[in-house]
């Protein structure tokens, strides 16, 4: 067997080449990606064993194309190397696939443990979140759960808006028309009772669709 070969998602190209100069001597990093569109395209070309991913990208967040990547290939590995340390937003990564979950601020020594143990099959959750997962589960076992149904399609539209992108301009990125946009943004309102563009902001925060930073 060859070197296991890992592909990274992450939209500062810096944190990209840092995660690359810690993996490299022991793994094969076969690109970086930007954006969660960009990701998709990459797991489909380049094959990779492990997806080292973000939560808030550009385009497509981690979590929905972490979802879209286990869908047609249910045997990828994903690990999640974020800087968010919401335990809401970990169980969500766990329940679409996940097979790791780890912090930016994690010492490089916990990074390659994390990818070890999922190669051989196991799962690494760092400390403090697998800590707040458990207590979250505890105090409300049904809660980690998102609280409205959007398809895939509405999600991706929703983030978008949420980026401050205009509807033209995710027609072109999604290839569909702007009234098919319009048609997605006007189902999300209803579905989520949302009536401003800041509340719809504060949503896709919350859901880990766009960074807080």
Same mark, same amino acid.
């Given at each position: ?7 990274l ?9 840092g995660?690359? /100069? ?9 690109g970086?990606?930007? &954006?969660? !569109?960009a990701? !998709?395209?990459? *797991? ?5 064993? *492990?997806?080292l991913?973000?939560i808030?990208m550009p ?6 194309? %972490?979802? +879209?990547?286990?869908r047609?290939?249910?045997r @990828? /590995?994903?690990?999640f !190397?974020?800087?968010n340390?919401d ?10 696939g996940?097979r ?7 010492? #490089?020594? +916990?990074l390659?443990?994390?990818?070890? &143990? *999922?190669?051989? $099959?196991?799962?690494?959750?760092t400390?403090q979140?697998?800590? %707040? =997962?458990?207590?979250n589960? =505890?105090?409300?076992p049904?809660g980690?759960?998102?609280?409205k149904?959007?398809t895939?399609?509405?999600? +991706? *539209?929703l983030?978008?808006?949420a980026? $401050?992108?205009s @509807?033209k301009e995710?027609?072109?990125?999604l290839?569909?028309?702007h009234r098919?946009v319009r048609?997605?943004?006007s189902q999300?309102?209803? +579905?989520?009772g949302?009536t401003?563009? #800041?509340e719809?902001?504060?949503?896709? @925060?919350?859901h $880990?669709?766009? #960074? #807080?930073?």
């Amino acid at each position: 067997m060859g070197r296991i070969r890992i592909l990274l998602a992450d939209d500062h190209p810096m944190i990209c080449a840092g995660f690359q /100069k810690i993996l490299e001597p022991h793994y094969e990093v076969v690109g970086c990606v930007k &954006d969660g !569109l960009a990701l !998709l395209e990459a *797991v489909e070309e380049l094959k990779p064993d *492990v997806v080292l991913v973000d939560i808030g990208m550009p385009l497509l967040n981690g979590l929905d194309a %972490a979802r +879209e990547i286990k869908r047609r290939e249910p045997r @990828m /590995k994903l690990i999640f !190397l974020t800087m968010n340390s919401d335990a809401d937003i970990a169980a969500q990564a766990l329940k679409v696939g996940a097979r790791g979950y780890l912090l930016k601020t994690s010492e #490089s020594s +916990e990074l390659l443990r994390a990818v070890h &143990d *999922v190669v051989q $099959g196991l799962s690494y959750v760092t400390p403090q979140i697998s800590q %707040a =997962i458990e207590e979250n589960f =505890i105090r409300d076992p049904n809660g980690m759960h998102r609280s409205k149904h959007l398809t895939s399609r509405q999600c +991706e *539209v929703l983030q978008m808006l949420a980026e $401050g992108r205009s @509807m033209k301009e995710i027609a072109y990125v999604l290839r569909i028309a702007h009234r098919t946009v319009r048609f997605h943004k006007s189902q999300i309102v209803e +579905e989520l009772g949302i009536t401003t563009n #800041s509340e719809l902001v504060q949503y896709a @925060m919350k859901h $880990g669709m766009i #960074s #807080s930073s």
